[in-house]
């Protein structure tokens, strides 16, 4: 039990007045009253425990979540800069008393202003129940430092937390930190129960209570649900911040938060979800509008009405990318890559024997025929017609849709399904191949020649997408839509991102930018692999690669600015390099990315993906090649990402930076992947944690490693440290 001072007469002292610093020294504090109010362990009613965010110099978040019954609760709140709560702020009427609702699952945001910059403080929720005073945990945060204080920030980042059998071991590493702020780069919640592609199907679990209002996915074993309702998303924030670890570290440092795709949906785009790859419309705008209320309750983030006013709707949109600056040295700048973004640019539905880009098409834009254009004919005119219907009588076995033949088509593709018909069949009776090498036929680029296997999928279309012809088909298509193609951020914010980005006087200037920059392609021409797999292929075009062209033009306006540096998350894996226009070694900005801090890695994706898919799995050599991801990425040999320096896809973890006037330093700490299914709560001492640090200069855009106490740059022209 605790003491406390008097709460109503606090209130009465400061009714109706907001307490607002004269001269910057902080606000009043309420001097300790003879309050005889005995305060109860409350930790049944708050089983959330508490969290801040989005500090300020002069404000910052507290939120908590307040759980009895269905009726709306009355809270109260403490703030002091003391751990004692000898020494409170006196808090305006609003701020003090406040309302959980049950309209919001009884969360409760408060935007805490008038506080000093710089500043530690501490807070607290009370609820009263039948004359008790029961008390949450108590938080600890951290108010931004003035924006002319020249003063030295730390703080980590972290993303991608899936629960699902996995363990926050990472949590527990961070909650030791000494830091400003933590930012979270989004997948703060995965909307899926149990997804056997990534997640575990043993550990500790999430469970949807409102089954009915979820997705039901998969069959047999392998079904598994998706959120959908309100309820489902709220009840994954519910279980997600239950984890102690996860509490701790809120309960010590404010948050600065975006999204990603999981806290709506795999892979999405706007409202839409991707898990039927084109077989259906999947377009919802109701569970995209009951993913971001859930967000917007449960985060502790501050734009708009963060004080969950009962009288006020909730937007439609949820405008949350936005910008804090910590003193001189760091302007933080964090976008929203999912609300405003297209399609992919390959649809998941496209028949991979349908022409994409036609000979007249091709010369008409590149004024040739590029070598990796092949030939293609008319189905239904070609041969008199013949090859039509072995393509329309294949369909239901091979899997597209039979009014797909027409028109032109691969040679390539159509060969494959003459050769499958053909297998059996008398000599005289088989249809002939068509000779690709005959004179006069048509070259272009078919879907199938991106590495679409399938009429509806995801090889080929966001993922392991031929670069050669990739690179071909998003130009032409960034050009004929004047950008719309790849307008990742959408018009208006990206023109607010650029008018942040090249206002800032901040000596770094940090992208809070939620997938990889750097280019993350593998060659696969030096190995023994059927002829389709020996080329180039990029790991994943729903993140920027596949937006490559509006990448550059970002990169182009940004390269020329110095201190810039993105922190970024998705990916499950630490990279670090210099991501620039392509073309141009010498152009670049700094990226660091951090590891998941739980999800599965990169390469435990890539390697279950092999094994899962029946093309791959029977391919010699495909397992040994997703396990050496790291030297694919990297080979010197095939220089394929000139700008990635650095690669570790099989880890979680999380990066600390410190930045001064006088450089960046960044800490990837990290922990083997194959930890994340153990517990090591209790026993932080038997968890092995490695550094990797990284650093930068401010006026240059020159990435150094630590190599045993020395600091070597990467040079991307030689793909080397030197
Ligand atoms: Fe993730």
Known sequence: MLKRRDFLRATLVTAGALVVPACGDGPETINPLDDERELADGSEYFPQSVASGDPRPGSVVLWTRVQDGAADLDLEVEVATDAGFAQRVALDAGQAKVKALARHDHCVKVKVRGLAAGTVYYYRFIYVKGGTSYVSRVGRTKTAPAEEADVKVRFAYVSCQDYVGRYYNTYLALAQEELDFFVHLGDYIYETDGDPSFQSTTGRRVVFTDLAGSISLGDGDGAYHAARSLDNYRELYRTYRSDANLQKVHESFPMIA???????????FGATATYFDGRQDETDADRRKAANQAWFEYQPVDYGDVELDPDAALPD??????????????????TDLRSYRPDHLIPEDAFPGRVALDQPKLVAELGEVPAVALPYVDVETYGDGIYAPVL???????????????????VAFINEIVAAANEGLPEDTQIPLIDAAEAGLERGIAYVDFGKINAYGMIGSRYFTAKDTFDIYAAIRYKETQGASEAMMGAEQEAWFLDTMEGSKATWKVWGNEFCLVQLAVDLSPYSLPAQFKRSFYTTTDAWDGFRNKRDELLERLVGLGGVVAITGDVHAFYAGTPGPSGDPTKKIVELVGGAVSSASFREILTSQVSSDPT???????????????TLLTSPETKINPHLAHANSNAHGYVVVEASGQELVADMRSIKATEAQTDYSGRIGDLKISSKRFRTLPGESELYADDGGAWKRWDPTTQAWV
């Open 317 to 334: 949109e949820f405008h949350i990318y936005r910008d804090f600056v910590f003193g001189r040295h760091v302007h933080l700048v964090m």
């Open 616 to 630: 791959l799995r029977g391919l010699p050599g495909a397992a040994a090649l997703a396990l050496s991801i790291d």
């Open 392 to 410: 329309t009588g294949a369909a239901e076995t091979v899997g597209y849709d039979p009014a797909e033949v027409t028109g032109n088509i691969s």
């Open 258 to 268: 975006t999204w990603d795709d999981h806290e709506f949906s795999n892979d999405c």
